[in-house]
């Protein structure tokens, strides 16, 4: 874990983001959190991290999601290199 990225701040909203419980919720919350560029980015990466782990190639990826081959590669990074935070969550995803 990034020791930047750990601070009782972070732990804050990790904590309200835990306390949701539908998708409704998270909807409001992340509508009053985030602007729609951030959320519509964020959803971008995790469909790209997505197409990453099927085997897509970056032009599919690309065409797909409007990404960035610069962000197909930083995605690609994190799922190679990264905490599996991804893999994480298509774990519990597929379960």
Aim: proline fraction near 0%; include cysteine.
């Amino acid at each position: 874990m990034n020791k930047k990225l750990k601070t009782d701040a972070v732990d804050h909203l990790f904590e309200a983001i835990l306390s949701l419980e539908t998708k409704e919720e998270c909807y409001d919350f992340f509508e009053d959190l985030c602007t729609v560029n951030e959320l519509l980015s964020l959803s971008q990466r995790f469909d790209v991290a997505s197409m990453l782990r099927n085997h897509k190639t970056y032009l599919e990826i690309a065409e797909k999601t409007g990404a960035s081959t610069a962000t197909i590669s930083r995605v690609n990074r994190s799922l190679t290199y990264g905490n599996d935070g991804y893999q994480l969550v298509f774990e519990r995803l597929n379960q």
